[in-house]
T-cell receptor
Framework: DVKVTQSSRYLVKRTGEKVFLECVQDMDHENMFWYRQDPGLGLRLIYFSYDVKMKEKGDIPEGYSVSREKKERFSLILESASTNQTSMYLC????????????FGPGTRLTVT | RKEVEQDPGPFNVPEGATVAFNCTYSNSASQSFFWYRQDCRKEPKLLMSVYSSGNEDGRFTAQLNRASQYISLLIRDSKLSDSATYLCVVKAGANNLFFGTGTRLTVIP
């Protein structure tokens, strides 16, 4: 069974703090993704990576950065958290190419106060 | 204009009913199409892919209309366990999926 895990289910941070969200997958997938999900807006892609040390901006990269030093791990970094970054963050992974399924982690509910 | 648009619902239907959701997409070059299911407070999971010829998986039927750029999902004989949010998903480009905001279904006993 494919497993995607995220470091925290719930996280509360203060405005201005640096925040790290970690994602690990165990299926040797090439692609990894970070989304945020907000009511009425659906899932929006922040960043994705198709290989180690490679990254591509998604639809809403502002205020975020990512790191992929190992194939199985993809980190999302909020350099200086703001209240408008309060959201559900979902990590996903998939094989590369063709029609494929993305496997999601359980999500991290981040609240920035 | 959004890449993928869905009616958010909610759809409240009795057990045993047939219910259909539609979704429209804006990019005519879109290549692949999917329905994902998301239970309350859970992550999305693939329900089924949508093929040009249409496809069926048990009580679920998915259809694609490329000319009108819409995708549909039909659920027959609804069960309580079908209650969830159904996400329409479109692949356009090498790796990106575009998600609709989801349609919420509640099946009532």
């Amino acid at each position: 069974d494919v497993k995607v895990t995220q470091s925290s289910r719930y996280l509360v941070k203060r405005t201005g703090e640096k925040v790290f969200l970690e994602c690990v997958q165990d299926m040797d997938h090439e692609n990894m993704f970070w989304y945020r999900q907000d009511p009425g807006l659906g899932l929006r892609l922040i960043y994705f990576s198709y290989d180690v040390k490679m990254k591509e901006k998604g639809d809403i990269p502002e205020g975020y950065s990512v790191s992929r030093e190992k194939k199985e791990r993809f980190s999302l970094i909020l350099e200086s958290a703001s209240t408008n970054q309060t959201s559900m963050y979902l990590c996903a992974s998939s094989w590369q190419g063709g029609s494929y399924e993305q496997y999601f982690g359980p999500g991290t509910r981040l609240t920035v106060t | 204009r959004k890449e993928v648009e869905q009616d958010p619902g909610p759809f409240n239907v009795p057990e045993g009913a047939t219910v259909a959701f539609n979704c429209t997409y804006s990019n005519s070059a879109s290549q692949s199409f999917f329905w994902y299911r998301q239970d309350c407070r859970k992550e999305p999971k693939l329900l089924m892919s949508v093929y040009s010829s249409g496809n069926e998986d048990g009580r679920f039927t998915a259809q694609l209309n490329r000319a009108s750029q819409y995708i549909s999902l039909l659920i027959r004989d609804s069960k309580l366990s079908d209650s969830a949010t159904y996400l329409c998903v479109v692949k356009a480009g090498a790796n990106n999926l575009f998600f609709g905001t989801g349609t919420r279904l509640t099946v009532i006993p």
